[in-house]
């Protein structure tokens, strides 16, 4: 499991990801410490960040001319969408809620 520093400086080296558009790169990073995040049941702060990784997997599948790669990519995308809708409603987080009319 993840240490808070090291989150820390993972989520720092995601966010360096996104603003130079490694999209698949940023997602990857992101998935490192959702799950220390659920271990610490730190429910809400998961459910962000798989929400971040749907999108960063939605624009990196915008990146790509492969099919089966966008297909792939789009598929990640939606997954990590449903985790963080299903998340944010076991914190009863309304404001949220509009994940599910991306992902229908």
Sequence with gaps: MQTAESEDAILERAKAEEKVYNWVEAAKLYEQVVESFLGKKLIERAAETYRIIGYAYSRAARTT????????RHENAIKAYRKAMDLFKQV???AKYHIELIIK
Aim: net charge neutral; no cysteine.
């Design 65 to 72: 001319e492969a099919t089966e790669e966008y297909k792939g």
């Design 92 to 94: 009863k987080n309304k």
